[in-house]
């Protein structure tokens, strides 16, 4: 396995990629549903890029040293919104699509809170590796060596307070 290296200007770019991708693929969405924490930065500017509300599930699954082991899935019990209720056709975003397990977990715990009554549900992420069970719908980049991704903002989860 590979290292892949992103800058903010690269990430950035990316996401602008995402957002065209989108767009040209003419499917409308009434809201972009983000997991958190790798998806809020991508969900927040899909959010602002196509004037839709944003709402948010967190879930966690990388622990360890450097956030680098993958552990069990935890799926948070609810979704964090401004809108009274989910719209019915999402934009499910995250950024990256690894093993597969949460984007397939996640459309499971979609589908099993009827209350929300989804029509349709559509994911998009900036990187999906080989390895993954699980494909999006939209992605910018297919990663056949399943790299190890170093986001630009990593550096914040190895720094200390005092560090500042």
Not at 33 to 39: E, M
Not at 49 to 74: C, V
Request: hydrophobic share 40%; net charge negative; aromatic share 12%.
């Amino acid at each position: 396995m590979s290292d892949l290296y992103v800058s903010w200007e690269e990430y950035h770019a990316k996401i602008e990629d995402l957002a065209a991708q989108i767009y040209q693929s003419h499917w409308e969405f009434d809201q972009i549903l983000c997991l958190a924490r790798g998806g809020l930065r991508i969900g927040d500017l899909l959010s602002r890029i196509y004037n839709k509300p944003l709402a948010i599930l967190s879930t966690s699954s990388y622990g360890g040293k450097d956030f680098q082991e993958r552990g069990k899935l935890t799926i948070a019990n609810n979704i964090t919104m401004t809108t009274d209720t989910l719209g019915k056709r999402i934009l499910l975003v995250d950024d990256l699509v690894d093993s597969g397990v949460t984007l397939a977990r996640i459309l499971e715990w979609l589908k099993d809170h009827e209350e929300f009554a989804i029509t349709e549900v559509r994911s998009a992420v900036l990187w999906f590796k080989a390895c993954s069970i699980a494909k999006p719908d939209y992605y910018v980049d297919f990663l056949a060596d399943n790299p190890w991704i170093h986001q630009p903002f990593e550096k914040y989860e190895k720094m200390q307070l005092s560090d500042l």
